[in-house]
């Protein structure tokens, strides 16, 4: 910075006392000049004052007075008495200049500079004062850069802006200006006004090695990688020794291959982290990328050599590799455990103060937040909804915390609605997220992503909440103090591996993994030909990610097919290299490569369906199929796996045990290779365990969501007591709880399937109103003995246990509190088990279909045989009564189809409808609800306990179809009793009004099954 020097009479000095005055001071001014000049500076003062006594508005005797208070150190007073000279005569240029002394002298760099300027504006051809101004700038140049290092970037692109603004002249100080204020953009992530400034200074300095530096950062920035690299090596080529943009060269040949890698364009990353580790061999993060893009493509070959150095590079205790890696590699919990806390130690912020610091909530409810990024279509979506849905919402107050991307997607809208609170928070900061967790006083923060991509792990390292909990998303220990439990289960990690994790071990009862009972398999089920799978042989498949795919599987799996004739291997087509990769190493063993079938990408439907043709899945080792292989199971098709030490290499069995199927979970490559040729070449074997799945599929707690529901609450309500304690974090077992079942549901559950059959059966109704569901709750109890039938008449006095209510109706319809909606029906299923000596229940009304009864049958299908009636009648009738009937279309209901309008729960288009005016919204109601009921057919159809019989009410004049109808819901009557026939004359309409309806339906096409299966096939759901 400017060193003050002693004061002495200058040069400059002696050029401001040049007299430049009227001849009355003159006198008096030269003597001041004479004494200034002297340094005897009291008495040039005294005579300065004394010509200005005698001429008030004298500019040089203010100037020179001015001057005189500089060699006094005077300042302030001296800018003071020079501006008054300029004042009086602003068009000299020396007193511009003498100020701008001034201001240089008192390092404000701006006003000097302004000053100086000024001068040689009127005179141009003063070389000391622009050699004054040059200085000015240089020193100007230099406070920018110590606000800009301080932080004070308004400050500091003030000054940048001040220099090419004085000194345009000058390239040198300009091209320095312009890069320094491009690099305050590319701080603000600001790239391409970084890249306009820096390309500026390039043009004024096009020799500056670090500028090419920085404008490589700048396109890095925005993911230009090809005009990034080609700066870097243009600041190398002008200074090969910059340590930096080699650096940042190898660096961005990394985040090429990462892009690349994304994009699916493996070789090409492969290719670029060569040419990063070529820069810098040692270069970890690049070796990484390296290797699991060989990995995705099956690039086998000396590959081995790089995961252990990989592997040595994650256990440094200055490793940064994302702990992630070790469970594709090794299966080691000590490895992995070693790279989470060297990741956490280097890559966490550690120094920030604890938002929490012991405080104890007292909420009426429990307060959980879910932390995620993937609150769309994504794999931890698909399992966790129903989840969510089902929280408590009497005990459990339920937030989600998402800073993934927005999304319009069909399973955005279902968690959003699932949800007590579900805030967006993507665009806040790490420190922002966590202060809303603590001021919202959330007692247990769930994090569900972990290391995986798109974390945000800093934001519980602030302490937030009293108790933080690692789950699902990450099958591992976080290595962070941070964290206080990690949700497993016995067999996924035993008790014994407590010393591998952090956290402390939570062991839920039957299954770590929660599952969606709700997800839905395409109704069309495509041929073998279509998926390009023979007509005749076994199929075994693998649809694990490529990544997981090892050599040694592969061997094993290429002698499966050896031996087992006309078998194939069925596997997920991830990308063209991986495909011609593995045609080559099936060459290599001696196998066909034609036996090697790839499957495209589908979307989830699709791909689940397709899977039915398969006989066989085959996992793999160190990292397990997980969410892969409850899709299997969810589909029927049989899973066999080999079971290692560490979490990832332990998710299939774990899940094969929760489904009753331990006998397909091996625990070494020998019989995991022997089981499998026994399954492949014994069909009677195969039979046996697919129809032991299917039977085990919906009867066991791997698919049972409210049964983990009640287990993970427990669990989460004995974390929050030990907390209220003021105790430590603790090791626990979740017990089972069984409470919520009574005496018949225990007897029940130990039941066969067979004798389940005949000890209970559920009778509900889909109809439209005025289809007569009472007449058909007449004939049910006229005909079916051990029953209760109940309809809704007025007042819903005879309608059962719990009926819904308008406020149920209006929940449900209008995307309300879904917690609420299954809760009643929760409660009420409860209490149906309950009644004593029934073969047969029921309930018969257009209600239950509208309050959510469809949407929450799975609760209840475990305890009994569900048969739903679609009841139809004439439209034309349904119609006709309504405009004469109990019309609760016009009598203020249509709110129930007044539904939320982004979210698709009207199946049929109503405009069509509603152009007739009131009579068209009573058909388009009538349309609504029979295509619900085929929409309702496509979702359950694959459903063991839920069937649906079709019954026109108008067939109650026929004893032979009314006899069939009640052989399908499983009664067996020889004398049928009819109900008596109801008197309809009061609704009888005069032939025009008939005659309207009739036209309007005949021009009204009505295809139902095929506006169901469309509203399915886009993805859509009631629920």
Known sequence: MFQQEPKTVSKDTDQALEPIICEDALQQLELGIKYLRSQKFSEAEAYFQLALTSQTNNPDAWHLLGVTSVQRQKYTQAIDQITQAIKIKPTEAIFYSSLGNVYLEQQQFQSACKSYQKALDLKPTDTDTRKKLAIACEKLLDLGIEHHRAKRIPEAATCYQQVFLYQAHRQDICADAWHLWGVIAYEENDYKTAIER?????????????????????????????????????????????????????????????????????????????????????????????????????????????????????????????????????DNPEIQLTTAKNFCNNVVDHSCIPLWNGQRYSHQKIRLAYLSADYHQHATAYLMAELFERHDCSRFEVFAFSFGPPSNSPMRHRLVRAFDHFIDVHQMSDLEVAQKIRNLEIDIAIDLKGYTKDNRKQILAYRPAPIQVNYLGYPSTMGADFIDYILVDPFIVPSDQQPYFTEKLVHLPDCYQVNDSKRTIAQYVPSREECNLPPQGFIFCGFNNSYKITP????????????????????????????????????????????????????????????????????????????????????????????????????????LHAIGLPELVTYNLPDYEALALKIATQPALLEKIKTKLQHNRLRTPLFDCDRFRRNIEAAYQQMWSI???????????????????????????????????????????????????????????????????????????????????????????????????????????????????????????????????????????????????????????????????????????????????????????????????INGQRLWYVYEMYTRAEYYKLIYKNHQHISFIDFDISDLSQPEKVSAFLTALGVSKENIMLPEPKNLSQQKLCQEELRQVSAMIDQLIFEPSKLANEFLNKGYRLS
């Open 198 to 330: 820096m390309t500026r200074a390039i043009e004024l300095n096009p020799n500056s090695s670090s500028f090419y530096n920085s404008l490589g950062a700048a396109y890095r920035g925005q993911k230009k990688f090809t005009e990034a690299i080609n700066c870097y090596q243009k600041s190398l080529q002008l200074q090969p020794s910059f340590q930096q943009a080699h650096d940042n060269l190898a660096y961005v040949f990394l985040d090429q291959g990462n892009a690349l890698a994304d994009q699916g364009n493996y070789a090409e990353a492969i290719a670029s982290c060569e040419r990063a580790l070529e820069l810098k061999p040692d270069f970890s993060e690049a070796l990484l990328v390296y290797v699991m893009s060989r990995r995705r493509i099956c690039s086998w070959q000396g590959l081995v050599a790089y995961e252990k150095e990989l592997l040595d590079a994650s256990q440094s205790s200055e490793s940064i590799l994302p702990p992630f890696v070790p469970m594709a590699i090794a």
């Open 552 to 655: 040694e599987f592969f061997n094993i799996w290429m002698r499966l097919l050896k031996a087992v004739p006309h078998s194939v291997l069925w596997l997920l087509s991830k990308n063209q290299d991986m495909t011609e990769n593995l045609r080559q190493e099936a060459q290599a063993r001696g196998v066909d490569p034609d036996r090697l079938v790839f499957a495209p990408k589908k979307d989830l439907p699709d791909h689940l369906a397709r899977q039915q043709l398969a006989d066989l899945f085959l996992d793999n080792l160190p990292c397990n199929a997980h969410t892969t292989t409850s899709d299997a199971l969810w589909v029927g098709l049989p899973v066999l796996t080999c079971a290692g030490q560490s979490f990832a290499a332990r998710v299939a069995g774990s899940l």
């Open 723 to 917: 907390s209220q304690q003021g105790k430590p974090p603790k090791a626990f077992n979740v017990k089972p709880n069984l409470n919520y079942l009574s005496k018949i549901e225990d007897r029940a559950i130990k039941q066969s399937d067979n004798e389940l059959k005949t000890t209970r059966n559920y009778i509900f109704t889909i109809a439209p109103g005025h289809t007569r569901t009472m007449t058909l709750a007449a004939l049910l109890r006229n005909n079916i003995p051990q029953s209760k039938i109940h309809h809704e008449i007025l007042g819903y006095d005879k309608f059962g246990v719990d009926t819904p209510d308008i406020s149920h109706l209006t929940l449900f319809n209008s995307q309300g509190n879904i917690p609420k909606i299954q809760d009643f029906w929760r409660q009420k299923f409860n209490r149906i088990i309950k009644l004593p000596n029934l073969s047969f229940y029921g309930e018969t009304s257009h209600i239950l279909a509208k309050a959510g009864l469809m949407e929450n049958l799975e609760m209840l299908s475990s305890h009994g045989n569900i048969k739903i009636i679609c009841l139809t009648r004439d439209p034309v009738k349904i119609v006709s009564s309504l405009i004469k009937g109990a019309d609760f279309l016009n009598k203020g209901n249509i709110w129930l189809w007044h539904l939320d309008p982004n979210y698709p729960r009207k199946i049929v288009n109503p405009k069509p409808f509603f152009q007739f005016g």
